[in-house]
């Protein structure tokens, strides 16, 4: 077994050990996505992250963290894609701010 493999049950084990309402949040989520990933279950850890992005589609700091994911998995194009997530809906949000500051729900007087 190698020293990634290793590091990956290892962190399985210590996320296995968080009280049960830490289990679910996202951000354990995402670490334990990549623990699986290291410990050599790779369609585990795509399928958590499927998972993780389905909870939180409108969230661009999800969106961006599964993209970093996905660079330290050398998956360029699903990190390209999860990239491109979080700043459509940055932009969708900095949209919305702008109109409710001109007044209006559709930016109009």
Do not use: H
């Amino acid at each position: 077994m190698s020293v990634a493999a290793k590091r990956g049950q290892a962190a399985l084990r210590y996320l296995n050990r968080l009280p049960s309402l830490e289990q679910g949040t996202l951000p354990v989520q995402l670490l334990r996505a990549q623990a699986l990933y290291l410990s050599g279950q790779q369609a585990a850890a795509t399928d958590l992250l499927a998972q993780v992005e389905k909870q939180a589609p409108a969230d661009p700091q999800v969106a961006f963290s599964i993209g970093l994911i996905f660079v330290d998995w050398q998956r360029y194009a699903d990190a390209e894609n999860a990239f491109t997530r979080a700043l459509d809906v940055c932009r969708g949000v900095g949209v919305w701010r702008w109109q409710r500051v001109k007044g209006s729900p559709n930016g109009s007087k």
